[in-house]
């Protein structure tokens, strides 16, 4: 199994919703990644979890909280959100630092 | 300094033709440089990448060229099908970090 999956794969939330991403991999993969991808635009790197631990927040909003609950799963927690936040929400894996990156085909959020 | 600069930004290729697309960047600590093929509504999947101590890699109708001293790197795609037309990510990270920076893309036509 080679696939990243990524649920919702549409989400439309108010502003005073709180609602979740969920992203899942059975490759062994030990970093798992969020990016943020607006319209003709590349991905903007949001967080990163290696080993289940946070490594890297790109000072990434409180209002979007990850989460990684083991190694094979990844959520994002969104609450309160602004329209501006309306993107394609990516979800990757990798193995090795200079390994490929797998994605997910995304959760495509639009806010209200 | 953590930029890597894309061009063009949108490309036409007649079916057959060659397809250049380039890409700059300017922190010499970036050591690995892959280039991800992004259809809509998808996300972007890993087609070739390189390391600065080769000038050239090639798989298939791809070839990655790249110019340490110059800090570039280019993707050419010979023989171009219709069905290469899609958005084009240059990227580049640091050996023993899980940062992958994207480029600003370039989206490649190619007509019959």
């Known amino acids: 199994d080679t696939e990243v999956t990524q649920t919702p794969k549409h989400l439309v939330m108010g502003m005073t919703n709180k609602k979740s991403l969920k992203c899942e991999q059975h490759?062994?993969?030990?970093?798992m990644y969020w990016y943020k991808q607006k319209a003709k635009k590349p991905p903007e790197l949001m967080f990163v979890?290696?080993?289940?631990?946070?490594?890297i927040n790109e000072s990434v909003p409180s209002r979007f909280s990850p989460e990684c609950p083991n190694s094979s799963l990844l959520n994002l927690h969104l609450h309160a959100l602004q329209p501006e936040d309306s993107a394609l929400y990516l979800c990757?894996?990798?193995?090795?630092?200079?390994?490929?990156?797998?994605f997910g085909s995304g959760t495509q959020l639009s806010v209200l | 300094q953590q930029q890597v600069k894309q061009s063009p930004q949108s490309l036409i290729v007649q079916k057959g033709g060659i397809s250049i697309i380039n890409c700059a960047y300017e922190?010499?600590?970036?050591?690995?440089f892959p280039w991800y093929q992004q259809f809509p509504g998808k996300g972007p999947a890993l087609l070739i990448a390189?390391?600065?101590?080769?000038s050239e890699k090639k798989e298939g109708r791809f070839t990655i060229s790249f110019n340490k001293s110059a800090k570039q790197f280019s993707l050419h795609i010979m023989d171009s099908q219709p069905g290469d037309s899609a958005t084009y990510f240059c990227?580049?990270?640091?050996?023993?970090?899980?940062?992958?920076?994207f480029g600003t893309g370039t989206r490649l036509q190619v007509f019959p």
């Open positions: 990757a894996s990798r193995e090795g630092v200079d390994e490929k990156l797998f």
């Open positions: 490759m062994g993969h030990r970093a």
């Open positions: 979890y290696s080993y289940e631990k946070l490594s």
């Open positions: 922190n010499t600590a970036f050591d690995y």
């Open positions: 390189i390391r600065p101590d080769v």
């Open positions: 990227a580049a990270s640091i050996s023993n970090t899980d940062k992958l920076i």
